[in-house]
């Protein structure tokens, strides 16, 4: 997470980039206010969803709420920014514990079917080849999958699962 220095029609304002860890630095931003939606083509727009899923879902509402109610909103932009960069880390952990257990989960049904084949598509081949499991649309590195392009549809034979150790071994069958 970095606070940065947004400028939208002249108005300067921070707003916090959130990495989401899956691919770092291409988080989105979180301005403390709201801000035009380029592919929605509106003018304002601000990210809320169930305030029960997350506490920065709770804050904007709230502002939202006041807002429509005539009243100030609860919230100034400092104190928008701190509630964005203060959880953000607890949020950002959270996905991560929930991305390690359903890997976990999936490896466990994987194990099942040692010494079987799967299929899957190739997605990356550089720097080593990715595969996407059709069954389970798990991303998996297969190394040994030399001269692999994007897009070859493959079969692999699981050679050895241990989800306590992340670990899944597939090789061309």
């Keep these: 997470m970095a606070l940065q ?52 879902d709770l804050a904007v509402q709230r502002q939202i709420v006041s807002v429509l109610a005539g009243q100030p909103p609860p919230h100034d932009a400092a104190a928008m920014l701190e509630i964005l960069a203060g959880t953000e880390r607890a949020e950002s952990e959270g996905r991560r514990a929930e991305r390690t257990m359903d890997r976990y989960w999936m490896l ?19 720097p080593r080849p990715i595969v996407v499991l059709d069954e389970t649309l798990a991303e998996q590195a297969v190394p040994s999958l030399v001269g692999a ?12 699962v241990n989800p306590r150790a992340d670990l899944l071994v597939l090789r061309p069958s």
Excluded: F, M
């Excluded at 466990?108 to 550089?126: K, S």
């Design 5 to 56: 220095s947004l400028s939208a029609n002249g108005n300067r304002a921070l707003a916090v980039q959130v990495d989401d860890g899956r691919c770092p630095g291409c988080g989105v931003v979180l301005p403390p206010a709201p801000g035009p939606h380029h592919a929605l083509g509106l003018s304002a727009y601000a990210q809320v969803t169930s305030p029960l899923r997350r506490y920065q």
């Design 108 to 126: 466990r049904w994987l194990a099942r079917a040692t010494g079987e084949t799967v299929t899957g598509v190739v997605v990356d081949v550089q």
């Design 149 to 160: 392009s994007i897009g070859d549809r493959v079969r692999l034979k699981i050679e050895r």
